[in-house]
């Protein structure tokens, strides 16, 4: 099963590279991981989505949580919660393209944010079922190039994590 | 007044004396001069000159394992840090509190590929508790203080500092923190009261009732409080590798130690008990061997550790406690003395009736009208001899295991040996850590002519250091575990286990400044030994007993299988 788990660890040089490093030496499967610095400058957030058993991510909250510079962690999945994920596509926008482009756009409510004769680069945010159904929903053909974040996670309501 | 400011490497040396800190084992470098050259400034503590970082790392590793208290290790830059990895991983293996300093080129140099630089931190972040790199001398007293900190406390590990050369020279003033917090760091001692309760109540309604103790129970100090519940209770108790000594192997109610090789008793209790109080143990593959067998048994288990990851993680339990293994068997005893249930003695006498059976096939039994010297014959010699009141150390192999079968402990941090990573080589270097602890006591390193070769050049250091060292050479002239494996499970090819060209032992013990003797007949043995923890007292003696090339360990449980499916011999 999919689970997405969040992290606040100190904001330290290595800590990644601790994070990470766990998932490779345990064999443990990272989908997607992002990491930013919270409105506290000393703590990052991290965000990691990862696959496996009810028992493997118990291990892999155990073993997060064991981490030195881990502060806390939380299994977002156990609870309601919100997760998105930022995408940036090149697309081609010339010809037939340019208008069915911003037609996609509109629909998934995306913005277009730079614009040559024969290129718009789009933005959408999401969760990531939405920017798949975006690309699906493109021509092959037109894709140049997408970038994107994997998610980020937040729990719903009251639910906080902070220290 | 003025604040006096201090070099790095004269702060770090007054860290080292605020901890309370008697032996460095070390071995100095280009990046570590700064610091060497306060360490001959001061005799607050006393540095060891090894011959090998590795055993610089050992030796303050086994220092830990008989104290209890925190080893230090000192190594360069470069190739002082990459011999002492294997060092660090041993004592990451088997969480021992170790402080490990290794030097590093300067700041502006890191990153250029400059001479003796390698990325320290990252090379040892996995074996491990933590690491830091110190870039900014204004941080490291606190970094070592945390370092001491977190090497110690919770789940117990080594911990790196890489201090860079220019950060030694940098001045600042020097304030030594009394304690330290940590928000990202705060082990558990305290067992849940809840989870206490359902234990309680599960280990009296036991009918088929084990205790199966492991290296926790040595790190947490927790050997009286074993051995009070278990006695409380009557229950068979038995111990892992690591475990060993945390409950008196010669009272009855021990079944010996479990697992690969373990005793067929502890094995088939093991396996056939209906619940299991695991303490300070992990069920390691070494173990119960493979999961899926060991689960075909209903049992219902209680885990006590201090570490929640080890709780849950090859074997699902029923009632996990995350806590001070003393402190949670405590609170259990207490519970049961002061309330009125008791266990079941009718069915646990047809427990015990059953486990005396398993016992009587008598599995450690051996030839003993060989004309050959047994291995397992000498270790008894040196229990007798020693009344089983020595350190011993021992490398990895067989001599191991015979060692840990024959050698009876009967208390807690006197059995010194490799037990997660396995490592041979450990041994010496191992014993010198325990002799420098303990000048007067008899330290015994039981090892093998393979693995004593891996660190026979600390012969010199423990001259230098006047160590009277025991050493018990089992020489089968094999690479006797490697042997074992290809005897039964590769149709008797034995690949580059037989070792070809040994030294004359006694010959090398001499040169090195030792007394040497070799041993080659059975009734020999004691009158040897003898010698050596008397006349020889205060030498290091190197006993060459050559032993019978074929002898294997029993029992055993291949690789991969169960508990109950043991080769005997
Ligand atoms: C550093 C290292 N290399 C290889 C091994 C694999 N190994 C385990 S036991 C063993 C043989 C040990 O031989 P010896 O020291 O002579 O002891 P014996 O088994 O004969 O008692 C080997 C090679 C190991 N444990 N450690």
New binding site residues.
Partial sequence: MRHIISLLMENEAGALSRVAGLFSARGYNIESLTVAPTEDVTLSRMTIVTRGSNDVVEQITKQLNKLVDVVKVQDLTDGGHIERELMLVKVRAFGEYREEMKRMTDIFRGRVIDVTDKTYTIELTGDGQKLNAFLAALEPDAILETVRTGASGIGRGERVMKI | MAETELSGAEILVRCLQAEGVKYVFGYPGGAVLNIYDEIHKQDAFKHILVRHEQAAVHAADAYSRATGRVGVALVTSGPGATNAV?GIATAYMDSIPMVVISGQVPTPAIGMDAFQEVDTVGITRPCVKHNFLVKDVHELAATIKKAFYIAATGRPGPVLVDIPKDVTQHLCAFDYPADIRMRSYNPTYKGHSGQIKRAVQMLLEAKRPMIYTGGGVILGNADRQVTELTRLLGYPVTSTLMGLGGYPAPDPLFLGMLGMHGTIEANMAMQHCDVLLAVGARFDDRVIGNPKHFAKEARRIIHIDVDPSSISKRVKVDVPIVGDVAQVLEEIARQIGTGTDRPDQSALKAWWAQIELWRSQDCLKYDRASEMIK?QFVIEKLYEVTGGDAYVTS??????MWAAQYYKFDKPRRWINSGGL????FGLPAAMGVQLAFPDAMVACV??????Q?NIQELSTCLQEKLPIKVIL?N?R???????WQEFFYEERYAE?Y?DALPDFVKLAEAYGHVGMTVEKPQDVEPALRDAFGKHKDRLVFLNFVTDPRENVYPMIPAGKGLSEMILL
Avoid: A, F, K
């Fill in positions: 294997t291995p490398d990895v192999g067989q001599h191991q396995g490592t041979m080589g090892t093998g002519e393979g693995s004593i891996m089992l089968n094999y690479l006797g575990m490697v042997r074992q286990s070792i």
